[in-house]
């Protein structure tokens, strides 16, 4: 069976008893500046599970897209993606262990016909806190599940909350124990290596988590667990783990899914292993690529923070591991995104609409990470081999973005090893050292002070008054954002720019930098700074006495801008080198967005490809 099929059978079953289906949540949740991606099913629904009434009512079916950044690392045995998507059923204080498993036995062995002999169960064995599940023990009894088949684990196998174990869960955070089913492949044998004796939860391959059903009625307290107010159901299961036991294939990566973009990556490679004698690259780049699609349909940009960090991440390593297939060029993306996104076209239409601007976030990203080992190559080639080391591969890192996996390769080419715990120990450094120095130092609405920032900081001050010089004096800044890639620029304006408007306002930032202007830093009174034009963004309350910024020649008459800002910026205009505004949003109501970066010299590439207006 189809994941497709999967996930309209189960749709479908559930609703003959009386769920609503509910549209799944955005992968990138809108309002929630807490969290990154959405992680399970049940995210969405935490405040109906602790309580608060749904409007859909008391038994609720989805299919919900997911993403667990902290399984990026487990990305190459059989089984672990980073992106799933999640088939849940919820009972709000409705039906519970005596529907529910019966319910999901039902859909497995009737609906997708699964082999009763392959499936195993594994309950919560209790705790001081919370009774062994015995009552669930009798439910399985009666649906014929032999007791030998029955597995009992702890909390670190049984219980289930975002946050792990109760002891792990944070006051407010909801969980239960769980009641798990397992399919066993028989196809696969049982390593050693794993422990002597195979079960359910062994790591081997051999068993496949395929439904964890949550009894989801406690909350932690500072007292310890206390008893929700009403027993919920809140069911996740993995729907390309579902599909693989349905195809009776021990390996994920071989279903539909992923398959054609496996077998393409096979043709496309230029050296390497064959899938067969070491699928991790391949795992790693369909598993990471697909992920991507979703991300960047989501709106997320490759940057060095928060989603963008993640986004660039995978990004970066599914091409390293393209790499290790011999592939420099772009020939293992261009086939490979479509394949990977073409099975989602149909039940997410916004994967449908999106596939040009995916492309080319995943491709400028690409295309960025080259010129970074471009120049992390050349300094290698520099180097004398006596002084490549760990510290030397860190050094890269830090310096170029260059990936120590990279740094590796082309050591061994030298005859040279490097240690990867070593080099571990240096990156766990500077984390500490930046972690210290980060504390307190995000001013200005300045994400970091590095030099590509503060070009950038000054170069919006230089769009913001030419925005009033180019487009009138009614343009007024509404926010801001700056990172070491590109600036964010919002204001009112009441018309989408036109592209010859954008050139206008480009050109004129750009001559005010071929100027070589001074930026002049002065503490000025601040009705008198406001009375001279300063311009002060009126959602800030200042002081009485402000930090104006002034770029011209002559600060007395015919400076180009003056704005009231903490800093810091560069000294001169000529020092951000030149600007280049690569996108406009609309953002509605009279609001308009520009995107503007430091041009490296490539700025024929990005006009082409990417349009200035959208
Ligand atoms: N909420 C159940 C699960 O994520 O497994």
């Known amino acids: 069976?189809?994941?497709?099929?999967?996930?309209?059978?189960?749709?479908?079953?559930?609703?003959?008893?009386?769920?609503?289906?509910?549209?799944?949540?955005?992968?990138?949740?809108?309002?929630?500046?807490?969290?990154?991606?959405?992680?399970?099913?049940?995210?969405?629904?935490?405040?109906?599970?602790?309580?608060?009434?749904?409007?859909?009512?008391?038994?609720?079916?989805?299919?919900?897209?997911?993403?667990?950044?902290?399984?990026?690392?487990?990305?190459?045995?059989n089984r672990h993606t980073t992106f799933f998507e999640m088939l849940g059923n919820w009972s709000l204080g409705d039906y519970f262990k005596q529907d529910q498993l019966p319910w999901f036995w039902e859909f497995l062995t009737h609906e997708l016909k699964l082999p009763k002999a392959r499936l195993y169960i594994s309950l919560f064995k209790g705790s001081s806190q919370v009774p062994r599940d015995q009552e669930s023990l009798k439910v399985w009894k009666k649906l014929g599940v032999p007791e030998n088949k029955i597995y009992w684990y702890e909390a670190k196998k049984n219980w289930w909350s975002r946050a792990g174990t109760p002891e792990e869960m944070p006051e407010g955070e909801i969980g239960g124990p769980t009641s798990e089913v397992f399919f066993e492949f028989d196809s696969v044998d049982h390593n050693t290596k794993y422990g002597k004796a195979c079960h359910p939860n062994c790591d081997c391959g051999r068993f496949l988590e395929i439904g964890n059903t949550v009894?989801?009625?406690?909350?932690?307290?500072?007292?310890?667990?206390?008893?929700?107010?009403?027993?919920?159901?809140?069911?996740?299961?993995?729907?390309?783990r579902l599909t693989a036991a349905s195809q009776n294939q021990p390996d994920i990566f071989q279903i539909e899914l992923f398959s054609e973009a496996v077998k393409n990556l096979e043709v496309v490679k230029k050296s390497g292993p064959a899938y067969n004698q070491d699928?991790?690259?391949?795992?790693?780049?369909?598993?990471?690529l697909r992920a991507a699609v979703f991300m960047a349909a989501g709106g997320v940009e490759p940057s060095n923070k928060d989603r963008g960090y993640i986004l660039r991440r995978l990004i970066r390593r599914s091409m390293v591991q393209a790499r290790k297939l011999g592939m420099e060029q772009d020939e293992w993306l261009s086939n490979t995104l479509p394949l990977l996104a073409s099975p989602y076209t149909k039940t997410y239409p916004l994967i449908d609409k999106k596939i040009p601007e995916i492309n080319q976030t995943i491709t400028q990203e690409i295309d960025k990470f080259r010129q970074t080992i471009t120049r992390g190559l050349k300094e290698f080639n520099k180097t004398s081999p006596n002084q490549i080391n760990e510290r030397f591969a860190f050094k890269s890192l830090a310096t170029y973005g260059m990936p120590f996996e990279i740094t590796q390769e082309l050591a061994q080419q030298r005859g040279i090893k490097l240690d990867k715990g070593v080099f571990d120990e240096y990156v766990k450094k500077h984390q500490d050292l930046s972690r210290t120095v980060s504390t307190g130092m995000f001013k200005g609405g300045l994400a970091d002070h590095s030099e590509a920032t503060t070009k950038l900081h000054t170069a919006t001050h230089l769009l913001h008054a030419a925005l009033k010089k180019v487009l009138g004096d009614h343009v007024r800044q509404e926010g801001s954002h700056i990172t070491a890639e590109r600036l964010r620029f919002d204001f009112a304006h009441p018309r989408v720019l036109a592209d010859e408007e954008i050139k206008k306002v480009e050109d004129l930032?750009?001559?005010k930098i071929t100027e070589d202007l001074p930026v002049k830093k002065t503490i000025e009174a601040k009705n008198q700074a406001l009375?001279?034009?300063?311009?002060?963004?009126?959602?800030?309350?200042?002081?009485?006495?402000?930090?104006?910024?002034?770029?011209?020649?002559?600060?007395?008459?015919?400076?180009?801008?003056?704005?009231?800002?903490?800093?810091?910026?560069?000294?001169?205009?000529?020092?951000?080198?030149?600007?280049?505004?690569?996108?406009?949003?609309?953002?509605?109501?009279?609001?308009r967005r520009l995107y503007a970066r430091l041009n490296h010299g490539n700025h024929q590439s990005i006009d082409q490809n990417q349009g200035r207006t959208q």
């Open 279 to 288: 699928p991790l690259p391949y795992r790693v780049i369909v598993d990471h």
């Open 1 to 77: 069976m189809t994941a497709s099929t999967i996930r309209q059978k189960y749709l479908a079953f559930f609703k003959a008893k009386d769920h609503q289906i509910i549209p799944p949540a955005p992968l990138v949740p809108a309002d929630d500046p807490t969290t990154l991606f959405t992680n399970s099913g049940m995210q969405p629904l935490v405040p109906y599970l602790k309580g608060q009434i749904h409007p859909m009512g008391r038994r609720l079916v989805d299919s919900q897209p997911c993403f667990r950044a902290e399984d990026i690392d487990e990305v190459g045995d």
């Open 215 to 240: 009894f989801m009625e406690y909350e932690k307290t500072k007292q310890g667990l206390k008893k929700l107010p009403a027993q919920n159901v809140d069911f996740g299961g993995g729907l390309e």
């Open 509 to 511: 930032v750009n001559q």
């Open 531 to 591: 009375k001279s034009g300063a311009m002060a963004f009126f959602k800030e309350t200042y002081p009485d006495k402000v930090t104006v910024y002034t770029v011209g020649r002559d600060l007395n008459q015919g400076w180009f801008s003056k704005e009231f800002c903490g800093g810091p910026h560069v000294t001169s205009t000529g020092k951000i080198g030149s600007v280049r505004i690569y996108k406009q949003k609309n953002l509605g109501a009279g609001l």
